[in-house]
């Protein structure tokens, strides 16, 4: 029933990997961090997932080359302090329906299960609508033990206040309904551009409940060209929706 | 084929309960009024209900903690006056699209089958636009007698007078197919806060209609912790909204 | 795989019946006017259909009585000057998604493929946007010979020249494909209110296609019944619109 | 589970031919293109392609008669310069959902794969907003080789710039995935009328990169002819929105 295309490059073995969620989301504060944490810390790319649910659309990358709607898992092996595994979920983009967010999030958790993940963090910004100085990172997790732990790393709490909504949110749902622990991690960020300073507070917090060190150095770079690739983007399509006087697809409404 | 997943907590066996619907809607009204009776006369749960027709979201309750999107069933036997059986179906959500409701009312319908239900009430605001003193309670339902029945207890019967959208409409509709008389208690509510005296008085009139008795002063108070958790909310996701100019997940209009 | 319901009220045998569509619409022009035949023709209903892809919601009706979104079937048995048969499918509303409306309008056509329908009429209005005298009849056919059957009874043909949206259009394009000849009529209608003298118009021109006559003198009465329903009914809902505050049942965004 | 009907008028065999996508989109660039390419070329329709993801509606063609949304696959063998083969896919209409346009273009492809198909062309517009002289052609391509080929038919490379929404995207994102190089071809257009212009220009390019010859002097006429049809369509559709004050057919908001 379901459609969710899982290849898988490599067939691992993991101890109780962490899960680190960071797909694109308000200033991409989640992605920029971790995919700068899986080219640092050099994680292997393990499959590739695809989804009818994916917009319908590809991106134009370096040197007028195409790139496909895609999620990735990554892992990393024995690492850090604790000499932990881990797996990352990255990727250029969510399910674009209610129901595509749910199929994708439950499938891409199904296949997990055999890695027997106990522990999950998902990544995101928070918008303040305005600038932001020092980003505090804020929190929420599915229990009492790990609110506390994230407390301790001052993380602030969020309480009474609000939902996370898109794949961060529901991977923690979902997870929880599974018996895995999980924390969302969100950086303050004006959410109207590439923000390279709240990646870099998530990074060094995550870093920090994980045990494990990461440079964060060429952050402000990969957000400088983010922000370069998404504002044409952004441009071009705006262009396109005020001019093209909807001459073929329209958002239809039933009239006859 | 469906998709809906309904987690029974508690096999129990019920004697032609009555099921009382009340999930979000217009000013709370109908979801505050039942919250607080399951409360107040102490209601078990047997069943929790997840759909991936849901908002792709969580929400972050009290001190940190996520909840997921949710639907439950709980009971009560030999009640009151009539020592009548109940089941009430509250949650913190409905469906999101079209198909989604009918689905996931359905689906619940059937599962529900098994305990014979005769009658169903669900529960809802009806928004007036403007300030309300003394708010009435209005009144549709899916034969003659249910009509009469209402009109005993002083309710209005609403006629050729629009519709009810959502899961208090569908649940009456789709009973109604399967032979079970019911009725619909829309309580008058300005329809732009979460309206505590609008759920009393539905709360006194769904009391005397079941002949039982409910305790509503903590009504104010429960309406109270709710507002400030969805203008909290609501305040965030405008911003979201307003502030992330949509650099990821767009609305898609198809224009290749 | 579909989920259409198609309850059979009466197994009847007709002989190459012409069926004639006329779902709500632009105007409620074909509604009306065919809502008006069934009635002043005594025709009987042999099956009701319901659909997840109907709105999610019912209507309030006479008395407090409340009624589903359905749509129905009507026949008619060696009727007319031809001793022509004729099944008439009316309702309450259209499907509400792309799909929907193909699910739907597929499985109608081909629950009625045994009765072996050679000819199709589909009824709808056109608006014009402004005050009609004498509304004209515009039509529109599956192939050459319909088109000047058409013209013989001075309807106007329209020809490059936009579409027609929804079960009218639909219905005469999956008919079509099987083979059936088809045509739709349309009334002119300023397009803003219920319009009976769109519907008379349409109903004239239609009873002389099909060799029939229909008494044309309640069309004003039923017009002004379902224009105050669905007055109070708009009103309603976009009180509710307004007021609600989207406090629960967002349209959402995705931005997590 | 697929929907897609796919109705095989001739059943052929073609040696790897070359697949070019021009379904409408920006300005009608690719159609206009292609569909003269065919006419020109007097290439043979083998296939027609019907979606319940296409729009519920149908189009009102020359003399009154009504055409249903359709794509379609025309080919021709042993042609040009290589004694090539070659398929081309056209229509009047894409899917209107993301899942959708994901069903109809894998279902084609998959159609598609026993052809062999090695090299596909999707054509496209890219919307400037304003008038363009000498509209230029961009393109995007799936390997470096495909970009070098580009490059020296002087076709201007995109890059890190933007995306391509909808079947001209979509088909090449899905081949590349099956191992098909690919190119869109994008011209440049106001986008805001039906361009010939960029037509013509689009269609050079392409008989260069294909080593074909094609005639473009009738695009001027059969441009003029879609702008006619689609400015009726789109006026009469704008009139419908604007006047039928939503009195049937709701774009639904769940509020019960």
Redesign the interface.
Known sequence: ?S?TEINVIEEIELDNPILIEAL?????VGKLAVDSMIDELEATKFAEI?S??????????????????INELYYLKDFGENKQDFIFLVGN???????????I??DILNYLEKFNINTMYTL?G????QPVENPKIL??????EM?EF?KESDIE??????????????F??LG??KGIVGA?LMGET?????DAEAAEAILIKLSDLLSIEVNTEKLDERAE?TR???E??????Q??????????????????
């Open positions: 029933m459609s694109p989301g308000i200033g991409h695809y009818p649910y994916f917009p319908p659309q590809i991106f134009i990358g370096e040197e007028g080359m195409i790139e496909n709607m983009t969510q399910g674009v329906s209610s129901e595509g967010q749910y199929e999030c439950m995101g928070i918008a303040t609508g929190g929420a997790a599915t229990d009492v609110v994230l709490i969020r309480y009474n206040d609000g939902g996370i909504i898109g794949a961060s949110g529901l923690l749902g929880k309904r969302c004006p959410g109207y551009f590439i060209e370069k690739m998404l044409k983007a952004q441009q071009m399509e262009e396109m929706m005020n001019k093209s006087s909807n001459q073929d697809v329209d958002d239809l409404r039933y009239i006859g």
